[in-house]
């Protein structure tokens, strides 16, 4: 079992940016495949980026040169860095762990909001 644990989201104006953290206990997040998803009211949760134990990243293409995934290893923590936000940005966004079938354990999610 794994407990992840999602923060730093808040209210930022368009163009602002914003840092999510996704601290986790109970695995080694290096380990495994990690993801950022979001989830904006109305729609269906997206990917917006994945990275593989390699260090291999997939970004969705909104968000390809504005977003970057990290890992701290000793802090067991996934950082999303969000830059150049824009207000269709705005969205509940989630990590998770993702195994061979898809993402098996979920944080609680956290909210970004972006003015226009």
């Known amino acids: 079992q794994v407990q992840l644990v999602e923060s730093g989201g808040g209210l930022v104006p368009a163009g602002g940016s914003l840092r999510l953290s996704c601290a986790a206990s109970g695995r080694t997040l290096s380990s495994y495949t990690m993801g950022w998803f979001r989830q904006a009211p109305g729609k269906e949760r997206e990917a917006v980026v994945v990275?593989?134990?390699?260090?291999?990243?997939n970004y969705a293409d909104s968000v390809k040169g504005r977003f970057t995934i990290s890992r701290d290893t000793a802090k067991n923590t996934v950082y999303l860095q969000m830059n150049s936000l824009k207000p269709e940005d705005t969205a509940v966004y989630y990590c998770?762990?993702?195994?061979?079938?898809?993402?098996?354990?979920w944080g609680q999610g956290t909210q970004v909001t972006v003015s226009s």
């Open positions: 998770a762990v993702i195994g061979t079938t898809g993402p098996e354990f």
């Open positions: 990275v593989s134990s390699r260090g291999w990243s």
